[in-house]
């Protein structure tokens, strides 16, 4: 199963992340802010708060989650199938 990080647009809301070791959030944002996608350059996001505060913060650190292929469709990490093929299962 195929996985890759799940595309964002301009107006789409995200959530933010700290990227360990490499960018971090400026002040103002918070690990887990959701924040709406004003415009994205070559490495870089715009993105308003909910405080209507404007961020420039690096690519890495949004988080909209993953999409998984399944039989040549691609599907958010939320869906039931999807969970469940994740699970660790025991070995019995």
Request: overall charge negative.
């Amino acid at each position: 199963m195929k996985c890759r990080l799940k595309p964002f647009a301009i107006g789409s809301i995200v959530k933010v992340k700290h990227c360990l070791q490499a960018y971090t959030l400026p002040n103002g944002l918070k690990e887990g802010d959701s924040v709406m996608v004003l415009d994205f350059d070559c490495g870089t996001v715009t993105v308003e708060s909910g405080t209507t505060e404007v961020f420039e913060i690096n690519m890495s650190c949004i988080d909209n989650g993953k999409e998984y292929e399944f039989y040549g469709k691609w599907y958010n990490e939320n869906v039931p199938v999807i969970r469940q093929l994740l699970e660790p299962r025991a070995l019995t």
